[in-house]
């Protein structure tokens, strides 16, 4: 089955990453990736959806859709390296993945964050993409 990278949503604040159960008003149900709980995310709380995050390189912003495919083909569709591991390890499996990624502008923080998403979509096995639906632009 194919995910919707755009109902899977980081909270600020919390650890892990969720996948957006139904949306109100108000307020938006998100479940766990990690432990599977539900719970309430409220409008005062930043949420991003991963197929809105970037990350840096050299020439231009790469979407993490793009990134999380690269990360799939360089560690063979396995788990990526344990995202507490040292600074080396991290930025070389980012080289791997991601080989012009500025160094400057992408913070080993960065790179833990995304090795662990990484490591939670594998384990779930959520790592085949849907395409996001394009904008129904007309031209006239």
């Known amino acids: 089955m194919k995910v919707e990278l755009e109902k899977i949503l980081s909270v600020a604040g919390k650890s892990g990453i969720f996948k957006l159960v139904t949306g109100g008003r108000a307020t938006i ?3 766990s990736l990690v432990d599977g709980k539900r719970m309430p995310v409220h409008p005062t709380q930043k949420v991003s959806a991963l197929s809105d995050i970037t990350m840096f390189t050299y020439e231009a912003d790469v ?3 793009e990134i999380f495919l690269n990360a ?3 560690f063979g569709g396995a788990a990526a390296p344990d995202p507490k591991s040292e600074g080396k390890v991290l930025r070389d ?3 791997k993945i991601l080989p012009d990624y500025d160094e400057e502008r992408v913070y080993e923080s960065d790179i833990r964050k995304l090795l ?3 490591n939670i979509l594998q384990a779930k096995d959520m790592l085949d993409f849907a395409e996001p ?3 129904e632009e007309t031209e006239q």
């Open 29 to 31: 149900i998100v479940e």
């Open 63 to 65: 979407p993490l859709r």
């Open 116 to 118: 662990s998403w990484y």
């Open 93 to 95: 499996a980012m080289k």
């Open 133 to 135: 639906e394009a904008s």
């Open 72 to 74: 799939k083909e360089a």
